[in-house]
């Protein structure tokens, strides 16, 4: 599988534009999967159009949570395809022009291998990815807890990577049996996780893109 880096605070390429937010496209069994929208819709398209992604190439939408800064560039990407199935918690409401709209709140298959933790905490989903190395756990904000989380993604097999943002995550021990981190976005020990697992920790940024 094969993960594309759209939307961050930071960059690795210097063409591509940071903003605050959360954005990438997830390549995998042939599928192209956006996880989240960024804040904005105009640097959501150029990043991807600089990237060499066209729109009409994504099968699915996937949307962690309700906030802006993951939601704010969905109706940018949605008028130029139109024919996707957008996956959203239950709790977000709104999501319009898209061939279909299934909200989510229990654990959910959303295809050959790939599912949903379901809607924890009330506020937010995380993408599962089943890969022959373990699991691939995408998350946007991890607000309802990145152990929670874990234990979720858990029940479909050892946890091998993790991607996205872990807000306020300080719980590192927790990460000792996982292969590699891509800590990006919100995650606000971003140093810490780099000094303490080094050989685990992947660097993130608009233009990234990582290969497992």
């Known amino acids: 599988m094969r993960i594309k880096i759209v939307y961050d605070n930071t960059t690795f390429r210097d063409d591509l534009q940071s903003d605050w937010g959360f954005a990438a496209v997830i390549e995998i069994a042939g599928k192209r999967i956006l996880f989240d929208a960024g804040a904005d819709g105009d640097i959501l398209m150029e990043n991807m159009r600089k990237m060499s992604i066209e729109p009409s ?12 800064d993951h939601t704010g560039g ?12 957008v996956y959203v918690p239950a709790s977000l409401r709104g999501v319009r022009n898209a061939a279909k709209v299934i909200y989510v709140s229990g654990p959910l298959s959303i295809g050959d291998r790939l599912y949903s933790t379901g809607e924890l905490k009330g506020i937010e989903q995380s993408l599962i990815v089943e890969t022959e190395k373990g699991i691939v756990l995408i998350v946007g904000c991890s607000h309802p807890g990145l152990g ?16 996205g943002g872990f807000h306020g995550f300080k719980k590192y ?5 996982i292969e590699y981190i891509c800590p990006t976005h919100c995650t606000q020990a971003i140093t810490q996780l780099q000094k303490r697992y080094p050989e685990k920790y992947i660097s993130g940024g608009v233009g990234k893109i990582i290969e497992f």
Do not use: C, P, R
């Open 148 to 163: 929670e989380i874990m234990q979720a993604a858990a029940a479909h097999g050892d946890i091998y990577a993790i991607v």
């Open 173 to 177: 021990e927790i990460l000792e049996d």
């Open 57 to 68: 190439s994504i099968n699915t939408v996937f949307i962690s949570h309700h906030h802006f």
């Open 74 to 85: 969905l109706a940018s990407f949605l008028a130029k395809n139109n024919k996707v199935t």
